[in-house]
């Protein structure tokens, strides 16, 4: 297809390693919900700056440590790129759509979860985030982003939070607003919703994904059914579509999309 753009960054070796400056991770109790964890920058303590913030969502049955766990990479990929001047210093705040003791994690109870997300991201985890930590409180400093059922969260946070965010990085994940993987089943009724959230707004849209990613079917269907909507979805403009050529549904990959992708966020 025309618009999808092959060529994503390979992460550099070196970023797998820890960095000389490097940020720190905290834990931040969301009421209700399981604990967020909340990515801050060197030097955040001895300063008075205020940050750009994404808030980047898990996949289904994951949690906020599926981002920042045991293995660090990124953690350390953020370190790196903001130490190279590759990134500005931001928050990355990942908060989970699960409430507290939740024990039904399957795709029926996650999409549930996702649906049902939306007041409390913008009534409870923003407000939180937001007094919590020294964000820049605006929706040109917000953006949005998350991995499978974490990119459905995404697409939901699109039609339902334009006034948050400006910033959106849905990443193997397609919009569930017609129902479960309703990107590829209902990918007319699908873009035709999506363009009519979008006109005369002011927005900027990366989808992500890779061609052996059982999210592709789905994804690269509702594409194509957007690109019928170029006066709202300008290809190279604000709305960019990028494929790692064999990428799979799984984390390592995910975070191979977002040194590609983060760099541009926050620019205009």
């Given at each position: 297809m025309g618009l999808a753009?092959?060529?994503i960054r390979?992460?550099?070796?070196?970023?797998?390693?820890?960095?000389?400056?490097g940020g720190e991770i905290r834990q931040l109790d969301i009421p209700g919900y399981q604990t967020a964890a909340v990515y801050l920058p060197w030097g955040y303590d001895n300063s008075d700056r205020r940050y750009n913030t994404l808030y980047l969502i898990h996949g289904g049955g994951d949690s906020?440590?599926?981002?920042?766990?045991?293995d660090d990479l990124l953690k350390n990929l953020l370190d790196h790129m903001i130490a190279d001047g590759k990134l500005e210093?931001?928050?990355?705040?990942?908060?989970?759509?699960?409430?507290?003791?939740?024990?039904?994690?399957?795709?029926?109870?996650s999409h549930a979860a996702v649906k049902a997300y939306g007041p409390v991201l913008r009534n409870v985890v923003v407000p939180l985030i937001e007094k919590t930590f020294r964000t820049a409180p605006c929706r040109g400093h917000r953006a949005i982003g998350g991995f499978s059922m974490g990119?459905?969260?995404?697409?939901?946070?699109?039609?339902?939070?334009?006034?948050l965010f400006r910033w959106f990085l849905p990443l193997s994940g397609d919009c569930w607003a017609f129902g479960e993987l309703g990107g590829s089943s209902h990918a007319a009724e699908t873009a035709a919703l999506l363009a009519d959230h979008a006109r005369g707004q002011d927005f900027y849209l990366h989808a992500l994904t890779g061609t052996e990613d059982i999210a592709y079917p789905n994804l690269n269907a509702q594409i194509e059914a957007m690109q019928a909507y170029r006066k709202e979805f300008r290809g190279g403009e604000n709305f960019f579509y990028s494929l790692l050529e064999g990428g799979v549904h799984q984390y390592p990959d995910?975070?191979?999309?977002l040194y590609h992708a983060l760099p541009d966020l926050f620019r205009l």
């Open positions: 753009a092959y060529d390979q992460i550099p070796e070196g970023y797998y390693e820890p960095a000389v400056q906020p440590a599926s981002w920042f766990g045991s210093p931001l928050i990355v705040a990942a908060p989970t759509y699960y409430e507290d003791g939740c024990t039904r994690k399957g795709i029926a109870d990119g459905v969260t995404t697409w939901f946070a699109f039609l339902e939070a334009m006034d995910i975070r191979r999309y």
